[in-house]
């Protein structure tokens, strides 16, 4: 489903990831994020620390007086998500995926100085360090947001089950 993530690492695994330094949000797991949602953001703080803030996804111009624009511009090309050309597994799929940094270029990106080095960030991610699988069709409904939407779909799309499972 275009504009849908999943995000269910406990914050305290995100500090360490991340490497941020205020008090951790309470963050439940998310199934199947999506535009207008409020999720979790890695971004500097006034004083250049890294901070994780809780921030709408999309984009809402300043001069509208309803938020329901926000539905209406959810594939903007500048948005919460940057996204750029798909590797060759998603181009399967779709014509664009979301830009996925390297670990090394986090600082980079979130200093936001150098233009010319973050434009040579904006590479497809590896195909293969990625997986692409069918999911239930239930998560093109953004009321369901629940473990099951992120399940691998059996043969006849009930969700598959290990031998013991």
Known sequence: MCGRYSITTAPEAMRRLFRFVNPAPDLPPRYNAAPTDKLPVV????????????????LIPFWTKDEKVGFKSI???????ITGQPN?????????M????????????????????????LQPFPAQLMRAYPVSLKVGNVKNDTP???????QEGEPRRDLFG
């Open 75 to 81: 594939n903007a090309r500048a948005e919460t998500v």
């Open 98 to 121: 979301p830009v996925i940094l390297e670990p090394d270029h986090w600082d980079t990106w979130l200093a936001a100085r150098d233009m010319v080095a973050m434009q040579a960030m």
């Open 43 to 58: 971004r500097l703080d006034r004083d250049g620390n890294r901070e994780l803030a809780v921030l709408r996804w999309g």
């Open 88 to 96: 060759s597994l998603t181009a399967e799929l779709h014509d664009r």
């Open 148 to 154: 099951d939407l992120i399940e691998p779909l059996g």
